[in-house]
T-cell receptor, first 114, second 113 residues
Framework: DAMVIQNPRYQVTQFGKPVTLSCSQT?????MYWYQQKSSQAPKLLFH???????NEADTPDNFQSRRPNTSFCFLDIRSPGLGDAAMYLC?????????????FGPGTRLTVL | QKEVEQNSGPLSVPEGAIASLNCTYS??????FFWYRQYSGKSPELIMF????GDKEDGRFTAQLNKASQYVSLLIRDSQPSDSATYLC?????????????FGSGTRLSIRP
C-alpha cells in the first residue's frame, strides 16, 4: 500500500542534543511538509518542499532545518532541542497533480526532550 | 481573528444521534476545505474534502460548505463510539506557491453509549 512512513515513532533526546527525524513516502508526491503539533493545538507548518524547492515558514525557528535528498525522503533536523520543542512532529505529502491538493499524513514522531 | 475557528468542545453526543461540527474561516479566497479526524496520540486522517457550495456525502459523513457565510460543517450520522476523536477543519491558503493548508485547533467529539 502507498503510504507515508515516519521513523522513529518515539524519540527521546537530551536538552541541546541534536536529533534527526525521517519521513519517507511511496505515494510519489512532489510536495512534502513538516508540522509540529503540541497537545490540544492545531498542527503548525514548519516548512515544505515542492520538489527540491524549500519553503520556510516565517516563524519557524532557525533551530529547525530540513533536507530532501530525493523525492521519497525528507528529514527534519533539530540542532539544539529545547524543552519547548517537545511535541508530535508530523510529515505530510501532497501532489500538485491532484486537483485539490489534499494532504496525507504519516503516523508522526513523538519527541521528548529531557 | 484566527484564520480557521472551531469550537474546542468537548461536544457530547449520544450513540446513534447526529453529530454536527462547525468551522468558520476568514479568507474569502480559500477554495478547498478539509476535515481530518485525529484520535488521541495519532496523526490526522483525511475523511472529507469539499470545494463547492452545498453538501457532499460519503457514507455516514456529510460536509457542508457555504462560501458566502465562510462556513463549513461536518455532520456524522448514526454516531458510533469509534467516532470519538478530535475533528480538525483545514482550509487551503490561497495564493500560496504550493498547497498549504491552515488548520483549526479542532473540536473534541465524545460519543456516549
Amino acid at each position: 500500500d502507498a503510504m507515508v512512513i515516519q521513523n522513529p515513532r518515539y524519540q527521546v533526546t537530551q536538552f541541546g542534543k541534536p536529533v534527526t527525524l525521517s519521513c519517507s513516502q511511496t505515494l510519489n508526491h512532489n510536495v512534502m511538509y513538516w508540522y509540529q503539533q503540541k497537545s490540544s493545538q492545531a498542527p503548525k507548518l514548519l516548512f515544505h518542499y515542492y520538489d527540491k524547492d524549500f519553503n520556510n515558514e516565517a516563524d519557524t525557528p532557525d533551530n529547525f532545518q530540513s533536507r530532501r535528498p530525493n523525492t521519497s525522503f525528507c528529514f527534519l533536523d533539530i540542532r539544539s532541542p529545547g524543552l519547548g520543542d517537545a511535541a508530535m512532529y508530523l510529515c505530510a505529502t501532497s501532489s500538485r497533480d491532484r486537483l485539490y491538493n489534499e494532504q496525507f499524513f504519516g503516523p508522526g514522531t513523538r519527541l521528548t526532550v529531557l | 481573528q484566527k484564520e480557521v475557528e472551531q469550537n474546542s468542545g468537548p461536544l457530547s453526543v449520544p450513540e446513534g444521534a447526529i453529530a454536527s461540527l462547525n468551522c468558520t474561516y476568514s479568507d474569502r479566497g480559500s477554495q478547498s476545505f478539509f476535515w481530518y479526524r485525529q484520535y488521541s496520540g495519532k496523526s490526522p486522517e483525511l475523511i472529507m474534502f469539499i470545494y463547492s457550495n452545498g453538501d457532499k456525502e460519503d457514507g455516514r459523513f456529510t460536509a457542508q460548505l457555504n462560501k458566502a457565510s465562510q462556513y463549513v460543517s461536518l455532520l456524522i450520522r448514526d454516531s458510533q463510539p469509534s467516532d470519538s476523536a478530535t475533528y480538525l477543519c483545514a482550509v487551503n491558503r490561497p495564493y500560496s506557491s504550493a498547497s498549504k493548508i491552515i488548520f483549526g485547533s479542532g473540536t473534541r467529539l465524545s460519543i456516549r453509549p
